[in-house]
């Protein structure tokens, strides 16, 4: 009998479209000596803009304590810094540094010009549609 449940499931689709885009990428991020999260920290970061842990947390998909521990692991490193919230004093932020930068960058290239290659059959009508349906379904989450 056939079970057609999860090749139709979307959790199940989004899981296996997740896996196929990033396989190829991920040694690539551990040959660079980072682990996933830690490339989804300085990648979340590399535009610049700081954000309080909890923002960074949602950002990452990672639980609070997980990411209070690596960014203070990442900031003795000096891939990132932590300071003060100047609106609350009792939220920390966190930015990526020069070095964090540098460090990243030839991964967000590389991460840009592997998800071209792996879409690139799809298109640009439907890889623009994909990932707007995307967003807006992410945006529906309800919050943590």
């Given at each position: 009998?056939?079970?057609?449940?999860?090749?139709?499931?979307?959790?199940?689709?989004?899981?296996?479209?997740?896996?196929?885009?990033?396989?190829?990428?991920?040694?690539?991020?551990?040959?660079?000596?980072?682990?996933?999260?830690?490339?989804?920290?300085?990648?979340?970061?590399?535009?610049?803009?700081?954000?309080?842990?909890?923002?960074?947390?949602?950002q990452?998909?990672?639980?609070q304590?997980?990411?209070?521990?690596?960014?203070?692991?990442?900031?003795?490193?000096?891939?990132?810094?932590?300071?003060?919230?100047?609106?609350?004093?009792?939220?920390?932020?966190?930015?990526?540094?020069?070095e964090?930068?540098?460090?990243?960058?030839?991964?967000?290239?590389?991460?840009?010009?592997?998800?071209?290659?792996?879409l690139?059959?799809?298109?640009?009508?439907?890889?623009?549609?994909?990932?707007?349906?995307?967003?807006?379904?992410?945006?529906?989450?309800?919050?943590?």
């Amino acid at each position: 009998m056939k079970n057609d449940f999860v090749q139709d499931y979307l959790g199940y689709l989004l899981g296996q479209a997740n896996h196929a885009l990033y396989k190829g990428f991920d040694a690539q991020v551990r040959a660079a000596g980072l682990s996933s999260i830690e490339w989804r920290v300085l990648a979340t970061l590399y535009s610049g803009q700081a954000l309080t842990v909890n923002a960074l947390t949602a950002q990452v998909l990672s639980k609070q304590p997980t990411v209070t521990k690596l960014v203070q692991r990442m900031a003795q490193c000096g891939d990132v810094q932590l300071l003060a919230d100047a609106q609350d004093q009792r939220r920390t932020l966190v930015a990526i540094t020069a070095e964090g930068k540098k460090r990243v960058r030839p991964l967000v290239t590389a991460a840009q010009k592997h998800e071209a290659q792996v879409l690139r059959a799809l298109g640009t009508r439907d890889v623009d549609a994909l990932k707007q349906l995307l967003a807006r379904l992410a945006t529906l989450a309800p919050p943590t």
